[in-house]
């Protein structure tokens, strides 16, 4: 178990958490926007908790399965231009450039897109069966995400695990405030679906030539240009709170009501 506590697992963690919380917040939201249009108020707090603990089962056994996918490398499926390719390769080539693509078009919904918020009003109440199914289904599509990124950035399933669990907790009990600092804060937003891009990025590389990709040390320069981009932006954001002088870019993205959230009351 010492592998767990090394310093490359550490800040494995700790960036994954970070990710995960940050990129999870549109999940949260867009459940919450879901359960706000329950026909009745008592369901919230009953949908809530199914939808915490249905997405932390279901990560964790895809995290279980993207482990044992990875521990399938070596046994070759099928010849490319004299390259063999295993399972856990061709995962991660799939997985990489899955997570180049929904990156870039995030990027581009955020800035470009349409206006979410609009999309999202003046649609009939749901039922407590009708809105866990479109909860389960939405958090389906965004744990994908969750799972892809935890595998390109940590090494030990234990660590995605812990690291995942702890990203829904946060978001569980506290996703009005980070999501309301994160809308305050958009470029914070845009670092992390950058840092998705590299991950998308390393990953599409361990899957071509796993053996080059460890030589390179890709992990240390994407933390390295992780750790540096996110400093440089709190640098940005305590020199503009100084100054008192900033204008905010306001992306297209579902934001909270907190006058109608039903989930505050039910968390706090």
Not at 25 to 52: C, E, G, P, Q, Y
Not at 53 to 65: E, F, K, N, V, Y
Not at 160 to 169: L, N, T
């Amino acid at each position: 178990m010492e592998y767990l506590f090394t310093s490359e697992s550490l800040i494995s963690f700790l960036i994954l958490v970070v990710l995960e919380v940050v990129l999870g917040i549109d999940n949260v939201i867009f459940v919450s926007i879901i359960m706000n249009r329950l026909k009745l108020v008592t369901d919230h707090k009953k949908a809530r908790s199914i939808w915490m603990i249905t997405g932390i089962i279901s990560r964790c056994l895809m995290l279980m399965g993207l482990s044992w996918l990875l521990s399938q490398k070596g046994k070759s499926v099928f010849t490319l231009f004299g390259k063999g390719f295993d399972l856990a390769s061709i995962v991660m080539l799939l997985g990489g450039l899955f997570l180049i693509y929904k990156s870039v078009k995030e990027i581009h919904g955020k800035l470009e897109g349409e206006d979410m918020n609009q999309s999202t009003q003046n649609k009939p109440g749901l039922s407590l069966s009708q809105a866990i199914a479109q909860i389960m289904i939405i958090d389906a599509v965004f744990s994908f995400d969750s799972i892809i990124t935890a595998g390109g950035t940590a090494k030990h399933v234990e660590i995605m695990i812990a690291a995942v669990v702890i990203a829904m907790v946060i978001m569980f009990l506290f996703s009005p405030k980070i999501a309301g600092f994160i809308h305050k804060h958009p470029t914070l937003k845009m670092l992390a679906l950058s840092f998705l891009v590299m991950i998308g990025l390393s990953l599409v590389m361990e899957g071509w030539n796993s053996e080059a990709a460890h030589e390179l040390k890709m992990k240390n320069y994407i933390y390295f240009g992780m750790a540096f981009s996110f400093l440089v932006e709190l640098l940005n954001m305590t020199m503009m709170n100084r100054q008192k002088k900033r204008r905010v870019v306001v992306l297209n993205e579902p934001v909270l009501n907190e006058e109608k959230i039903g989930i505050d009351d039910t968390a706090h």
